[in-house]
């Protein structure tokens, strides 16, 4: 079934340096036709994707369904698929992954554990694109998180990077570290509740990417140094029962319009969201906050990808 040559998109390791050029190429034309009010061309017309989503979503789901529609191709699907598929009758990823691939060229496949995408990969006719595995990996995520910071920053090689919130369990910052990594930055800040700060393996790959790093729990001096601040919510899910633990990490670290008037001015705020208290809404009228056009980012990025996925170019 699986098949070595489908363009699968699993985790962020995966994306070569020039690769990464024409996807962003790409995805930069799409965005200013798209912002002069011109049409995009039906590049996907005829395909059909499978959008198999078993955690919530929003920027993820809605994005790829848009982008898909955009470019003139199908979407069916699920936005919960441990109800409205047949994994509520206990039926196996693997044997779902099976049968979706009759039905359309590509599944966009949400899962609640990590390596799920790998799993599917392995026995999917049709390609794979990680939307998020659990505690994970969201490539994607990546994928425009190193879009937008190239719209701000010329060199990523220059950057120090603080990446602050839940590091152990937060899949966008995995996939994020393990992409800037590949590239080169000037030097990570982690700062995390030591319940869930950075994961050692990851720490181990930067160490061996030769990329010096800190783990802080001063959110204050690490962005008095930082050109990218990447703040991440408190992933409640995957705290079980320990309430407790939950909300000792949850509201540990918050950016107010006082705590960001000691970044640099140069410096950009980003976070995947949903937020959930990390970021107070007042903040949101500085020029330094740019998540919502990382969020609007998503729509550009995911249509170059599924481009790619779909071998049109
Ligand atoms: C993230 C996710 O699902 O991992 N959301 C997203 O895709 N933008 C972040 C999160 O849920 O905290």
Redesign the pocket.
Known sequence: MGSSTLRHIVRSQQFEPEWLDQLFLRAQELKQLKLKGGQWSKTLQGKRMNAFFY??????YFSFLAAMQALGGQVIGTENAGIFSSAAKGESLADSIKVLGSYGDVIVL?YPEAGGAKQAAAVSSIPIIN??DGPGQ?PT?ALLDVFTIGEHHQDTRKLVVTLVG?LAN???VHSLVYLLAKMGVAKFIFVAPKLVGMRPNILQHVHDHGIPFEETESLDAAIAQSDVIYM??I?KEYFGDRIEDYERCRGRFVITPDVLAGAPSSAILMH???RVGEITPEVDADPRAIYFEQ?AN?LYVRAALLEWVLEVW
């Not at 955690?55 to 993820?60: A, E, N, W």
């Open positions: 955690q919530p979503s929003t920027r993820t949400r939307a998020g969201h995520q839940d937060g899949r966008t991440t919510r992933q995947p969201l949903p969020a998503g």
